[in-house]
């Protein structure tokens, strides 16, 4: 069983920069791919930004150079830099994490951004 926890979510002015993170952790788990998923209210939930094991990345066409993903693998974490927020970008931000045998969920962090 792996656990997911994610935090640094807030409300943030538009123009604004937040950071989240992702741990997970557990025993006896392979750390394959972690990703960022958001679902705005009455919405479906979306693909953000995934990196895989390997260090590639991917973004959602709608926050490629404002949004950058990475991780630190000894600490089985990873990391959302959010730059130049929009109120578009107002969602609950989940993490998924892809372990050898399948991928698990966090609670997910809401970020506001609002004046």
């Known amino acids: 069983q792996v656990h997911v926890a994610e935090s640094g979510g807030g409300l943030v002015q538009p123009g604004g920069s937040l950071r989240l993170s992702c741990t997970a952790s557990?025993?006896?788990?392979?750390?394959?791919?972690m990703a960022w998923f958001r679902q705005a209210l009455g919405k479906e939930r979306e693909l953000v930004a995934l990196?895989?094991?390997?260090?590639?990345?991917n973004y959602a066409d709608s926050v490629k150079g404002r949004f950058a993903i990475s991780r630190d693998n000894a600490k089985n974490t990873a990391y959302l830099q959010m730059n130049g927020l929009k109120p578009e970008d107002t969602a609950v931000y989940y993490c998924?994490?892809?372990?050898?045998?399948?991928?698990?969920w966090g609670q997910g962090t809401q970020v506001t951004v609002s004046s």
């Open positions: 990196i895989a094991g390997g260090g590639s990345t």
């Open positions: 557990g025993s006896n788990f392979r750390l394959k791919g």
């Open positions: 998924n994490v892809v372990v050898s045998g399948g991928d698990y």
